[in-house]
């Protein structure tokens, strides 16, 4: 199995998106996207929803895991070649790992949504990168994991520890928290 990566921004209130799906403006802060985009290039291949692919042109050249329930096991996108359909209740991760040729060395950048980011919990991440911003407020905004947790709290109850926290943007109020596996 690959190293398991989860990356989100999150407001005040543990909010990763407006309540409509799309990303607030205020979440685009430069510090977290160059973290953001340093971690995707370290990464062999990104798994997202299909909805919460990102907007960057790195996402576009790398392999992908797409999360979605319009497949019943796997498939190859037919719009990607480097792109894998996965549906969790079909297929394992390591079947998917194996089409998308991940080994156990490769890093696997989980980078939403919501219920993406649920699936993996449930799985376990090797480590979290969960930036909060505590100047931005998304009321009625879409959480980081299913059930509206705080994202700390979700973290800890799945066996992760908060290893290192260091502010990015004392200005914009950033904060990268370092999540990893006890």
Same mark, same amino acid.
């Given at each position: 199995?690959p190293i398991i990566e989860g990356y989100a921004i999150v407001?005040?209130?543990?909010?990763?998106?407006?309540?409509?799906?799309?990303? +607030?403006?205020?979440?685009?802060?430069?510090?977290?996207?160059?973290?953001?985009?340093? #971690? $995707?290039?370290?990464?062999?291949?990104?798994?997202?929803?299909?909805?919460?692919?990102?907007?960057?042109?790195?996402?576009?050249?790398?392999? *992908?895991?797409? /999360?979605? *329930? *319009?497949?019943?096991?796997? %498939?190859?996108? !037919?719009?990607?070649?480097?792109?894998? @359909?996965?549906? !969790?209740?079909?297929? %394992? =991760?390591?079947?998917?790992?194996?089409? @998308?040729?991940?080994?156990?060395?490769?890093?696997?950048?989980? /980078?939403?949504?919501?219920? /993406?980011?649920? /699936?993996?919990?449930?799985?376990?991440?090797?480590?979290?990168? =969960?930036?909060?911003?505590?100047?931005?407020?998304?009321?009625? #905004? *879409?959480?980081?994991? +299913?059930?509206?947790? +705080?994202?700390?709290?979700?973290?800890?109850?799945?066996?992760?520890?908060?290893?290192?926290?260091?502010?990015?943007?004392?200005?914009?109020? $950033?904060? @990268?928290?370092?999540?990893?596996r006890v």
């Open positions: 199995m407001s005040r209130d543990g909010m990763i998106a407006n309540a409509d799906g799309s990303h +607030p403006e205020t979440l685009k802060i430069e510090a977290d996207q160059s973290f953001f985009r340093a #971690g $995707l290039q370290r990464s062999r291949a990104i798994a997202h929803g299909r909805h919460s692919g990102g907007d960057g042109a790195e996402l576009s050249s790398g392999r *992908r895991l797409i /999360v979605t *329930r *319009r497949v019943d096991t796997l %498939s190859i996108d !037919p719009v990607n070649a480097k792109a894998v @359909l996965w549906n !969790p209740a079909g297929a %394992s =991760l390591a079947e998917a790992c194996r089409l @998308l040729s991940l080994g156990d060395r490769d890093a696997l950048a989980v /980078v939403g949504g919501t219920d /993406v980011f649920g /699936v993996f919990l449930a799985m376990g991440y090797d480590a979290f990168f =969960l930036s909060r911003a505590a100047g931005v407020e998304i009321p009625r #905004g *879409r959480p980081v994991f +299913p059930g509206g947790v +705080p994202p700390q709290s979700a973290l800890t109850r799945h066996g992760m520890a908060l290893r290192e926290s260091r502010v990015m943007d004392a200005d914009k109020a $950033l904060v @990268l928290e370092v999540w990893k």
